[in-house]
């Protein structure tokens, strides 16, 4: 089909439109990069680097200098994995349940669960649960409390409700047990669903900073987001520290400082988005059409 004048131009009109949108969305993503590697006294003389004339790492080696920058890491990388994990099964097992129909009170269950996405408890009362189960200062605190979301509970459900309901007949058929159906069968067909809301789940984990704020109190037991928040501080202030820290770190600016941050803080999930991204487009429309 010959293509009309009219067709032409909006393509191009178009083509261009996203091409200024990518390069408005890719700039700040380039900036962070270019700043972080810049050298401390050609940024401090230019204060806005392009392209800098000399590439330095100081700013990656401050950050990694911090002894308990091993620890932070181990932290977040437990809270991505092993809460995402345990949020993962929760809230699979938990729709999967929700979305049979013979479950003893499932309207009261869904009704519950909706009220837990309408309404927020504050601070206070999460804070003296975890108090009264001697959580303060442990990891689990940081998971435990966030284990699921009623709204991820609601989408995996609509994903669960387009599974034929002959699919559990025949495994029953065969032996399976509930668990059974669910472990063999269910989650086998929801790999797509699986992992756009571990994807949601790895992100949130990982940039777990106000619980940690919240309640933990021993500097070894900080997540990365925490620990870097604390060393930008200590950076910036220009009371912290003695002479010959200061002059060992060459006074580094607290910007290139920033941006070292981020990408230390960014990279490792980036890492781990093409790995699902074959599923996270069909995941991503989890529970929004039956049938």
């Known amino acids: 089909m010959k293509l009309q004048w009219r067709d032409r131009l909006f393509q191009s009109a178009n083509a261009a439109v996203l091409a200024i949108i990518s390069l408005i969305t890719l700039f700040p993503l380039y900036y962070v990069f270019v700043v972080s590697f810049t050298d401390p006294d050609e940024f401090l003389t230019k204060q806005t680097v392009w392209f800098p004339e000399n590439w330095s790492t100081a700013s990656y080696k401050y950050i990694f200098s911090n002894n308990t920058f091993v620890k932070a890491i181990g932290v977040s990388g437990f809270l991505a994995t092993a ?12 729709a999967y349940a929700l979305s049979r129909k013979r479950l003893l009170g499932r309207e009261t269950m869904l009704l519950l669960i909706l009220l837990t996405t309408l309404f927020n408890p504050g601070i206070i009362p999460p804070y ?9 200062n442990s990891v689990w605190s940081m998971i435990l409390p966030v284990l699921t979301s009623g709204w991820y509970v609601f989408l995996m459900k609509g994903f669960f409700d387009s599974i034929p309901d002959e699919l559990e007949e ?18 086998p067909l929801s790999l797509p669903a699986l992992a756009a809301f571990g994807l949601f789940y790895a992100v949130a984990y990982w940039n777990t900073f106000f619980s940690a704020v919240l309640y933990i109190n021993d500097p070894s037991r900080r997540p990365l987001q925490v620990l870097l928040q604390v060393m930008l501080i200590e950076a910036s202030s220009t009371a ?39 599923h996270f487009a069909k995941g991503a429309m989890v529970g929004s059409v039956k049938g």
Not at 83 to 94: F, K, P, Q, Y
Not at 128 to 136: A, D, F, N, P, S
Not at 251 to 277: G, H, S
Request: aromatic share 6%.
């Open 83 to 94: 809460g995402t994990a345990l949020s993962l099964i929760v809230t699979s097992a938990g």
């Open 170 to 187: 025949a495994a029953k058929i065969d032996g399976c047990t509930d668990i059974g159906v669910w472990f063999r069968v269910i989650l």
């Open 128 to 136: 003296l649960i975890v108090r009264e189960l001697g959580l303060i």
């Open 240 to 278: 912290s520290g003695n002479a010959a820290e200061a002059a060992a770190h060459q006074q580094l600016p607290p910007e290139t400082l920033k941006m070292a941050a981020v990408v230390v803080a960014t990279v490792p999930i980036l890492l781990v988005y093409p790995f699902l991204q074959k």
